[in-house]
């Protein structure tokens, strides 16, 4: 396996744990971007759907709401873990149309022209192979199915992830990503996304900013230990400092946040990219 892809495994294996006790607060902030990819997807009822890099099950449990029973959901992580998450939360909720897999975007289990729509909320920066990944997911939609994609538009239009960054920046050392090397910022440059669409044969590629709020209903402090706790990249960073630093940090991260205090929590503008794109009709 090239070492690139081993570092993404191992990173998003620690980070489990902690997306799925976040579970409930992370849907919650990420609603619009599943909303925003049902739409762009043209989603309905009655329809097939496969949500790649689905984490502990989204956006595939918002599909598999809106599918209904004569529809279907599968949901697919490369972490075990990820997808075992993911089926303990459709269990509890009783969802009986939607099922979960261990696989990877640019191997995907599946026979060709099995999908209506592909949907990927925030996966596609993580991916060994870009266009390899969306010529699998051409493969496997029905001809004249969609593809929609979520990405991160840049880090200093997004709150949530800058203003903690740069808090960070002052204790340790945060050097940038190697380019095109897997990270939440790897397609922020609108374009860069779309041009691998083209690449990989996706008919109609189009490409949209998406902004809205990302609502957390939670008390700051409560919040800090959500943002420290899903983010292999801060994870890593707070082991590298002292039991005083790190509470410094804490009061100093905490204190910023507070810029974005609303009534029943936080509320950070956001922005992200939804590109989409379809198979040829036949
Ligand atoms: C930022 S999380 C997004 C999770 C979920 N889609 C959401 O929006 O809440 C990225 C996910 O991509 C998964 N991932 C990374 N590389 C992958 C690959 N090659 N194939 C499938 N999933 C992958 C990770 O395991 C992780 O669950």
Request: proline letters at 7%.
């Amino acid at each position: 396996m090239p070492a690139e892809k081993k570092e993404v495994i191992s990173r998003w294996t620690g980070s489990a744990p902690y997306w799925e006790k976040h579970r409930d607060i992370i849907r919650e902030m990420f609603a619009p971007v599943a909303e925003a990819l049902i739409a762009e997807a043209q989603i309905k009822s009655g329809q097939t759907v496969l949500d790649i890099a689905t984490g502990p099950g989204e956006p595939a449990l918002t599909i598999a709401e809106r599918v209904g029973l004569e529809g279907k959901v599968v949901g697919i992580d490369v972490i075990p873990e990820m997808a075992e998450a993911a089926r303990r939360e459709a269990h509890r909720r009783g969802f009986r149309n939607a099922a979960f897999e261990v696989a990877s975007a640019d191997r995907l289990p599946f026979q060709g022209s099995s999908f209506d729509a592909v949907v990927s909320r925030f996966g596609v920066m993580f991916f060994p192979s870009p266009v390899g990944s969306v010529r699998e997911m051409l493969r496997v939609l029905k001809p004249g199915g969609r593809i929609a994609l979520a990405v991160w538009h840049f880090a200093e239009r997004n709150p949530f992830h800058y203003a903690v960054s740069k808090i960070f920046e002052r204790y340790v050392d945060s050097p940038p990503p190697a380019p095109d090397s897997p990270d939440a910022f790897r397609f922020a440059k609108p374009g860069d996304l779309l041009g691998i669409l083209s690449k990989a044969g996706a008919a109609a590629p189009s490409e949209r900013l998406l902004q809205f709020s990302i609502r957390a209903s939670i008390p700051v402090e409560e919040f800090w230990d959500l943002r420290s706790e899903m983010s292999d990249k801060f994870r890593t960073r707070l082991a590298c400092l002292s039991n005083e630093q790190r509470a410094e940090l804490g009061r100093e991260v905490v204190q910023a946040l507070r810029a974005f205090s609303v009534d029943d929590g936080l509320s950070f503008p956001a922005e992200v990219l939804i590109v989409s794109g379809r198979k040829q009709p036949s």
